[in-house]
């Protein structure tokens, strides 16, 4: 069982983030009437074109996730009202307004995705790989500075040329 590393919760779900995947999990009044009973909707970072997000202050906020393919809904949100094609959007949860906490909490977990995002589409390079001419190149240099024998110069060349 994978552990969690940060978790939000919304109006309409709450928001987990793990080291690989994000999900959101539906439970609570609100979230089952605008979602019903569809269970959690798990997203790879991998899979997440970007993460729309806006930070709930004097109004409410949200975090849609984008995934390509997806029927895009228009969020709407003010200082009393959400309407409910927002609040039943199934990439979406709603954050909302005059919570103390959910400002920063919020601000934290996009930049947290974003980072798992921006890692998944550009992952750590691999080693350069060196070409056999290099490697005989590099021999031969130590040939030349008598720090190896001709026969074990030439036994390498054989073996990085694969004769």
């Known amino acids: 069982m994978e ?3 940060m978790t939000l919760k919304g109006t309409n779900g709450t928001i987990t983030a793990y080291a690989n995947k994000v999900v959101i999990s539906r439970s609570g009044f609100i979230a089952t009437a605008s979602h ?3 269970g959690d909707r798990t997203f790879f970072y991998r899979d997440l074109s970007g993460i729309d997000f806006k930070k709930p202050g004097l ?3 949200y975090i849609k996730f984008i ?10 949100n003010n200082l009393m009202f959400t309407s409910s094609d927002s609040m039943s959007d ?4 709603i954050l909302r307004a005059f919570n103390k906490n959910t400002p920063a909490l919020s601000e934290e977990m996009y930049e947290f995705l974003m980072q798992k995002i921006q890692e998944s589409k550009n992952p750590t390079p691999s080693q350069p790989t060196i070409s056999s001419a ?3 190149l590099k021999y031969k240099q130590l040939l030349d ?6 026969d074990e110069f030439d036994a390498k060349k054989k073996q990085l040329l694969n004769l």
């Open 36 to 38: 019903g009973f569809k």
């Open 3 to 5: 552990s969690e590393i």
């Open 59 to 61: 109004t409410n906020g």
């Open 134 to 136: 290099d490697e005989i």
């Open 145 to 150: 500075a008598g720090i190896i024998s001709q």
């Open 90 to 93: 199934e990439n979406s949860v």
């Open 67 to 76: 995934v390509p393919g997806a029927k895009d809904t228009s969020m709407n």
